[in-house]
């Protein structure tokens, strides 16, 4: 699926530079479940923002479906995400003056889809992740691990391929985290590419393999024995 | 797509709900106001302009090259000679002339302002015939023509065509057409038109249009389009002094006024009446600078509230960054951003702009009768001038739209959803320079309003030099009235009622229409005393309150003061003058003193005869002002004579309503056959300067809505400032810093661009201003006051501002505040 080839990525500010990420080499095939892993600070945001397109590198090379889009416009690879690629944030990321229904429509929005159809998909997903009878409440009106539910039917009803997810579990209690761990193993099992940030060793075991980093490079990767 | 761009406008519109509506009726209230004086503007400045071929129509107006006053007539007989000498040049003439006459019709007597026209009059000032036919309707010397209104007011309810009136109890005359009513914007207010040729007859005056030198009627001309006024003006010149030469010819010198200059004129002398009677509308002239500073506060106004609801959105954008990013990661691209911002903003204006017409139809009419001219709202749906606004309207939305737009729609979505963008939208520079500018044209606004309401107090308030109070003014309109001068004045004088009484040729708040010019035996051909004549009876000065500052009133006591009148049997006389300080100061006696027994003499030639007027100098009286505040008091000559053309009571204190009917009943045993035509001094003098007074209170009122709608903006700025450093702040005080600290510190930064605003403002306001007083004669002088007040208002707002929004940011726990990022 997609391929990172001595990728460096280092943030200027004014004096200091920070180099969040340092000659990482990775390579994540269609339908794996990937979780990352390191202490704070180690470059995991980073990281997933590059593979998610919402950042680009400072040097190296990144294959997305055998394509190099390391030196891609922001625009470009617009394009490429709005198609590919979901995203779940530790903090929901919902808009707070929209519905649940239209936050989740809101995915759809951008790809020139007819409105009967969106409203028929964003049904599908709402039933899928046990939402729709809070189809017109309004975020804030929901626990928090009902917002991610919403944030992972955002995340999926474009029928994008790839899902980020930025310590997904992060905000949640420990009953709520399990949930939320059990859509996205369901997902994958769909076929979905999962790639996950998390802190939480017993979250990282829902994924196949596992790459731990350290001052922006990759230490371990560790695949789980039993499939 | 749409669809949710507006569902999202509307929801965001409302989740902001009191910041939407701060900015939405800062924008509104500020379209509203530029709107409100752009009719009165426009009202202004379209002053005849619907009269056919306007550029191209002209005023005779004649100059006196002795005195230098400008007259707005000109000689009765000479305009047709001149236009006939050139007919190239001359497309066509009409002229008129105004007299209060007594109409009768049937038992019912009232004074209606009659105007004596050419047949061509209507043609030419492109009345609308409503029935009847104006061309041919005064063919016939007996007929007449009516405006609507003047209809209306003599055969209420009735047809007017056929019906009949009376002028002056002998002359009768018949309606046979109805003219639409003079446009407000319209320099004439007749309403009642008789043929010219009646002139002689009704004024029986047979030689009326043999004196080449009278100058009783207005000559309109409609110059071929290939010549300019100011050349037919100068042959007008050479015709005369071809043609008549003389004296006459060195005294003058010939003007063409444009049409579209009347309006705008404000130092002419015998100009024709600005209120129409019959529908009591006033048309007072404007000065430029007037219509000008309107016209700058509309515009200020304007800038100052897109400006505002520009500074607003921008801080508003600042809440926004999350949901762009959010926006940005689910696949919209920067330009589907940027649309929504733009969208908002477009929204957001246009709702203004509705409630803007709102206001506008709700205080159009109370605005306009404030101002005196009858606005209604109907005008902005005419023409570009709707069209014009949406275009401003959506101008605004979009450029306001696209600050953020531009900026917010470029953020890279990994950093918005970090929040780590809130430093990075826009440059500090612009915002600075937005900040800065707001400040300028509030500060200028403030100072500017401030010199306006100190100068208009100092004039209003400045002493006339007479006193209007408890003072009956009684026209002599005709003959038996003022044989009955004498009379009545000894029996109003017997009266505890009554004060003083006297009469004159004129009193303040009328025209100087005559002048004169004198000279010295055995002075330099330099001593110049030229002067406007004023034929007083006895005890003028008293009944109007007006101080001698040397010598002695012109009195009966003294029989060598009164000058009688001249004739080819007599063409030597002499008499007492007065004189007021401005002759004295002219004539070059420095100390009204030094003017008390001076001879002086007035010498011309008339006919085949020359006459000499002698005058003994026995007074200086205190300047007084006739006419508008704004000029400088002419020069005046006084002289006991019998010129009575009005009558002057003066009232002792509390008694005015016992003296009024007293008045009635001792004019109406006198003067049987005409009813009196009475005023009181107070008001006339009160209608000439009232709505000036009033037009300049609404500028102040205006001015102070917009520098309020800029406080408005200069809010939103600060806490735009505020917002983005509420990290900063959090650190700062996890550091030790209290609150205090921070106050201040955020303060002093807006206080750095106040400061620059003041510098840009206080010049640009201090010329403008300069340029208005000029045209007072009596002005303020410019002080460093209404600067200093503005730029300390300007310091307290941007003071209070910060430190709301400072003193809420700093006392968030830091916790809170550094976990935003
Ligand atoms: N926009 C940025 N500008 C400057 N430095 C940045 C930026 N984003 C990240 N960094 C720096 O890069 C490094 C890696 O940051 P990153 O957010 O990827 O860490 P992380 O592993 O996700 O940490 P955490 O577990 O706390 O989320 C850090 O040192 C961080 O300070
Ligand atoms: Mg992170």
């Given at each position: 699926?997609?391929k990172?080839?001595?990728?460096?990525k280092?943030?200027?500010?004014d004096e200091v530079e920070?180099?969040?990420?340092n000659?990482?080499n990775i390579?994540?095939?269609?339908?794996e479940f990937?979780?990352?892993?390191?202490?704070?600070?180690?470059g995991?945001?980073?990281?997933?923002?590059?593979?998610g397109m919402l950042d680009?590198?400072?040097?190296?090379?990144?294959?997305?479906k055998?394509?190099d889009?390391?030196?891609?416009?922001?625009?470009q690879?617009?394009?490429?995400?709005k198609?590919?690629?979901?995203?779940?944030?530790?903090?929901?990321?919902?808009i707070?003056?929209?519905t649940?229904?239209?936050n989740?429509?809101?995915?759809l929005l951008?790809h020139d889809i007819?409105?009967?159809e969106r409203?028929?998909?964003v049904?599908?997903?709402?039933?899928k992740?046990g939402?729709?009878h809070r189809?017109?409440?309004?975020p804030?009106?929901?626990s928090?691990?009902?917002?991610?539910?919403?944030?992972?039917?955002?995340?999926v009803v474009g029928?994008?391929?790839?899902?980020?997810?930025?310590?997904?579990?992060?905000?949640?209690?420990?009953a709520?985290?399990q949930e939320?761990m059990?859509?996205?193993?369901k997902?994958?099992?769909?076929?979905t590419?999962i790639?996950?940030?998390?802190h939480?060793p017993?979250h990282?075991?829902y994924?196949?393999r596992t790459?731990?980093?350290?001052?922006?490079?990759?230490?371990?990767?560790?695949?789980?024995s039993?499939i | 797509m749409?669809?949710?761009?507006l569902?999202?406008?509307?929801?965001?519109?409302?989740?902001f709900?009191?910041?939407?509506a701060i900015n939405?009726?800062?924008?509104?209230?500020?379209?509203?106001?530029?709107?409100?004086?752009?009719?009165?503007?426009?009202?202004?400045?379209?002053?005849?302009?619907?009269v056919?071929?306007?550029?191209r129509?002209?005023?005779?107006?004649?100059?006196?090259?002795?005195?230098?006053?400008?007259f707005?007539?000109?000689?009765?007989?000479l305009?047709k000679n001149?236009a006939e000498a050139?007919?190239d040049?001359?497309?066509?003439?009409?002229?008129?002339?105004l007299?209060e006459?007594l109409?009768n019709?049937?038992?019912?007597?009232?004074?209606?302002t009659?105007?004596?026209v050419?047949?061509?009059?209507?043609?030419?000032?492109?009345y609308?015939?409503?029935?009847?036919?104006?061309?041919?309707?005064?063919?016939?010397?007996?007929?007449?023509v009516?405006t609507?209104?003047?209809a209306e007011?003599?055969?209420?309810g009735e047809?007017?065509?056929?019906?009949?009136?009376?002028?002056?109890?002998n002359?009768?005359?018949?309606v046979?057409?109805?003219?639409?009513n003079?446009k407000?914007?319209s320099?004439q207010v007749s309403?009642?038109f008789?043929?010219m040729?009646?002139?002689?007859v009704?004024?029986n005056?047979?030689?009326?249009?043999e004196r080449?030198?009278?100058?009783?009627?207005?000559?309109y001309?409609?110059?071929?389009?290939?010549i300019?006024?100011?050349?037919?003006?100068?042959k007008?010149y050479?015709?005369?002094?071809?043609?008549?030469?003389?004296?006459?010819a060195n005294?003058?010198?010939?003007y063409?006024?444009?049409?579209?200059?009347?309006?705008?004129?404000?130092e002419?002398?015998?100009e024709?009446?600005?209120k129409d009677?019959v529908?009591?509308l006033?048309?007072?002239?404007?000065q430029?600078s007037d219509?000008?500073?309107?016209?700058?506060?509309?515009?200020?106004?304007?800038?100052?509230?897109?400006?505002?609801?520009?500074n607003?959105q921008?801080?508003?954008?600042?809440?926004?960054i999350?949901e762009?990013g959010?926006?940005?990661?689910?696949?919209a691209s920067?330009?589907?951003?940027?649309?929504q911002?733009i969208l908002?903003?477009?929204?957001m204006?246009?709702i203004?702009?509705?409630s803007?017409l709102?206001?506008v139809?709700i205080?159009a009419?109370?605005?306009?009768s404030?101002l005196?001219?009858p606005?209604?709202?109907?005008?902005?749906?005419?023409g570009?001038f709707?069209?014009?606004?949406i275009?401003?309207?959506?101008?605004?939305?979009?450029i306001?739209?696209?600050?953020?737009?531009?900026?917010?729609?470029?953020?890279l979505?990994a950093?918005a959803?970090q929040?780590r963008v809130?430093?990075?939208?826009?440059?500090s520079?612009l915002r600075?320079?937005?900040?800065i500018l707001q400040f300028?044209i509030?500060?200028?606004?403030?100072?500017?309003?401030?010199?306006?309401?100190r100068?208009?107090?100092?004039?209003l308030?400045?002493?006339?030099?007479?006193?209007p109070e408890d003072v009956?003014v009684v026209?002599?309109?005709?003959?038996?009235a003022?044989?009955?001068y004498?009379?009545?004045?000894d029996?109003?004088?017997?009266?505890?009622?009554?004060q003083?009484?006297?009469?004159?040729?004129?009193?303040?708040?009328?025209?100087?229409?005559?002048?004169?010019?004198?000279?010295?035996?055995g002075?330099?051909p330099d001593?110049?005393?030229?002067?406007?004549?004023?034929?007083?009876?006895?005890?003028?000065?008293d009944?109007?309150?007006?101080?001698?500052?040397?010598g002695?009133?012109l009195?009966d006591d003294f029989?060598?003061?009164?000058?009688?009148?001249f004739?080819?049997?007599?063409p030597?006389?002499?008499?007492?003058?007065?004189i007021n300080e401005?002759a004295?100061?002219q004539?070059?006696w420095?100390?009204?003193?030094?003017a008390?027994g001076?001879?002086?003499?007035?010498?011309?030639s008339?006919g085949?005869?020359n006459?000499?007027i002698?005058?003994?100098?026995v007074?200086?009286v205190?300047?007084?002002?006739?006419?508008?505040?704004?000029?400088?008091?002419?020069?005046?000559?006084?002289?006991l004579?019998?010129n009575?053309?009005?009558?002057?009571?003066?009232v002792?204190?509390g008694?005015?309503s016992?003296?009024?009917p007293?008045?009635?009943?001792?004019w109406?045993?006198?003067?049987?056959?005409?009813p009196?035509r009475?005023s009181?001094?107070?008001?006339d003098?009160a209608?000439?300067?009232a709505v000036e007074g009033?037009?300049?209170?609404m500028?102040?009122?205006?001015?102070?809505i917009?520098?309020m709608?800029?406080?408005i903006?200069?809010y939103g700025?600060?806490s735009?400032?505020?917002?983005?450093?509420?990290?900063?702040i959090?650190?700062?005080?996890?550091?030790?810093?209290?609150?205090?600290?921070i106050v201040a510190?955020?303060?002093w930064e807006l206080s750095?661009?106040?400061?620059?605003a003041?510098?840009?403002?206080?010049?640009?306001?201090?010329l403008?201003m300069?340029?208005?007083l000029?045209?007072f004669?009596?002005?303020?002088?410019?002080?460093?006051?209404?600067?200093?007040?503005?730029?300390?208002i300007?310091?307290i707002l941007?003071?209070?501002t910060t430190?709301l929004?400072?003193w809420?940011?700093?006392r968030?726990?830091?916790i809170y505040?550094l976990?935003?990022e």
């Amino acid at each position: 699926m997609l391929k990172l080839q001595d990728l460096t990525k280092a943030y200027r500010t004014d004096e200091v530079e920070t180099v969040a990420l340092n000659n990482v080499n990775i390579e994540i095939e269609t339908g794996e479940f990937v979780a990352i892993m390191g202490p704070s600070g180690c470059g995991k945001s980073t990281l997933l923002n590059i593979i998610g397109m919402l950042d680009t590198p400072s040097s190296g090379h990144y294959f997305f479906k055998d394509e190099d889009v390391a030196g891609y416009s922001e625009s470009q690879l617009g394009v490429i995400r709005k198609q590919h690629i979901g995203f779940i944030f530790q903090s929901f990321n919902l808009i707070d003056e929209l519905t649940v229904a239209e936050n989740i429509e809101l995915a759809l929005l951008y790809h020139d889809i007819p409105a009967a159809e969106r409203k028929e998909r964003v049904a599908a997903v709402m039933d899928k992740v046990g939402i729709a009878h809070r189809a017109k409440h309004m975020p804030s009106q929901l626990s928090g691990g009902q917002q991610q539910r919403v944030a992972v039917a955002r995340a999926v009803v474009g029928n994008q391929s790839m899902i980020l997810a930025d310590e997904p579990t992060g905000n949640l209690d420990t009953a709520h985290g399990q949930e939320v761990m059990e859509m996205l193993q369901k997902l994958n099992e769909e076929g979905t590419t999962i790639v996950m940030v998390t802190h939480s060793p017993s979250h990282a075991d829902y994924a196949r393999r596992t790459i731990n980093l350290l001052d922006g490079h990759v230490v371990t990767e560790s695949m789980r024995s039993k499939i | 797509m749409f669809a949710n761009y507006l569902n999202m406008t509307f929801r965001n519109i409302l989740k902001f709900r009191l910041y939407s509506a701060i900015n939405i009726i800062g924008l509104a209230v500020g379209l509203a106001v530029s709107i409100l004086i752009i009719l009165f503007v426009a009202h202004e400045t379209s002053f005849d302009k619907a009269v056919k071929g306007s550029d191209r129509v002209y005023r005779l107006n004649w100059e006196s090259n002795s005195s230098g006053a400008r007259f707005a007539t000109f000689f009765n007989p000479l305009s047709k000679n001149i236009a006939e000498a050139y007919p190239d040049d001359v497309e066509d003439l009409t002229r008129i002339t105004l007299s209060e006459r007594l109409l009768n019709i049937g038992d019912e007597k009232q004074y209606q302002t009659i105007s004596f026209v050419d047949p061509n009059f209507f043609d030419f000032f492109s009345y609308k015939v409503k029935s009847g036919s104006a061309e041919t309707a005064l063919s016939n010397l007996n007929n007449a023509v009516l405006t609507e209104a003047a209809a209306e007011l003599l055969f209420p309810g009735e047809d007017a065509i056929g019906k009949s009136f009376t002028l002056d109890g002998n002359h009768d005359f018949q309606v046979t057409a109805i003219v639409d009513n003079n446009k407000s914007n319209s320099h004439q207010v007749s309403n009642i038109f008789v043929n010219m040729e009646m002139l002689p007859v009704i004024w029986n005056d047979p030689t009326f249009w043999e004196r080449n030198f009278s100058d009783q009627l207005y000559h309109y001309l409609r110059l071929a389009p290939n010549i300019t006024g100011d050349v037919f003006a100068a042959k007008a010149y050479e015709y005369i002094k071809n043609n008549i030469g003389g004296d006459f010819a060195n005294n003058i010198a010939v003007y063409a006024q444009p049409l579209n200059d009347i309006h705008f004129n404000t130092e002419l002398q015998n100009e024709m009446t600005v209120k129409d009677t019959v529908t009591g509308l006033s048309k007072p002239a404007r000065q430029r600078s007037d219509i000008s500073i309107f016209g700058f506060v509309a515009l200020l106004t304007l800038i100052i509230a897109t400006f505002n609801f520009i500074n607003m959105q921008i801080a508003q954008s600042s809440n926004r960054i999350k949901e762009v990013g959010v926006r940005k990661v689910l696949g919209a691209s920067r330009k589907q951003i940027a649309l929504q911002f733009i969208l908002e903003s477009t929204v957001m204006a246009l709702i203004a702009l509705v409630s803007s017409l709102v206001i506008v139809e709700i205080f159009a009419p109370f605005f306009g009768s404030m101002l005196g001219v009858p606005l209604t709202a109907d005008q902005i749906y005419s023409g570009g001038f709707i069209s014009g606004l949406i275009l401003t309207t959506f101008l605004v939305g979009i450029i306001s739209g696209f600050y953020p737009a531009l900026f917010v729609s470029g953020v890279l979505p990994a950093k918005a959803i970090q929040g780590r963008v809130f430093d990075g939208i826009g440059s500090s520079k612009l915002r600075a320079g937005l900040v800065i500018l707001q400040f300028s044209i509030a500060i200028g606004l403030i100072s500017a309003t401030g010199v306006v309401n100190r100068q208009i107090d100092f004039a209003l308030n400045k002493p006339l030099g007479y006193q209007p109070e408890d003072v009956i003014v009684v026209r002599l309109n005709n003959q038996e009235a003022r044989d009955a001068y004498q009379t009545m004045h000894d029996q109003l004088i017997k009266s505890s009622l009554v004060q003083n009484v006297s009469a004159a040729s004129i009193i303040p708040t009328w025209d100087l229409s005559d002048g004169a010019t004198y000279s010295k035996e055995g002075e330099s051909p330099d001593f110049k005393l030229v002067t406007r004549l004023i034929i007083v009876a006895d005890g003028y000065f008293d009944t109007l309150g007006m101080n001698m500052v040397a010598g002695r009133p012109l009195s009966d006591d003294f029989a060598a003061d009164r000058t009688p009148q001249f004739s080819p049997e007599n063409p030597h006389v002499s008499g007492g003058l007065v004189i007021n300080e401005t002759a004295a100061k002219q004539a070059g006696w420095t100390n009204p003193v030094d003017a008390i027994g001076q001879q002086v003499y007035a010498a011309f030639s008339f006919g085949n005869t020359n006459y000499r007027i002698d005058s003994n100098i026995v007074g200086v009286v205190e300047d007084a002002h006739f006419r508008s505040i704004r000029s400088a008091p002419a020069a005046i000559a006084f002289g006991l004579g019998d010129n009575e053309q009005v009558m002057v009571i003066k009232v002792s204190e509390g008694n005015m309503s016992k003296a009024v009917p007293f008045v009635d009943s001792i004019w109406q045993q006198h003067v049987p056959s005409y009813p009196i035509r009475r005023s009181f001094l107070e008001e006339d003098y009160a209608s000439f300067y009232a709505v000036e007074g009033r037009v300049f209170r609404m500028f102040i009122g205006f001015a102070g809505i917009a520098a309020m709608i800029a406080c408005i903006g200069l809010y939103g700025l600060a806490s735009f400032i505020a917002d983005r450093r509420t990290k900063e702040i959090g650190v700062r005080k996890v550091l030790g810093a209290s609150v205090l600290n921070i106050v201040a510190m955020l303060s002093w930064e807006l206080s750095k661009l106040v400061i620059i605003a003041n510098i840009i403002a206080w010049p640009a306001a201090w010329l403008m201003m300069n340029d208005w007083l000029a045209g007072f004669s009596y002005r303020i002088n410019m002080s460093i006051t209404p600067y200093l007040i503005a730029g300390i208002i300007a310091f307290i707002l941007a003071y209070a501002t910060t430190s709301l929004r400072a003193w809420s940011a700093a006392r968030i726990n830091p916790i809170y505040s550094l976990k935003s990022e």
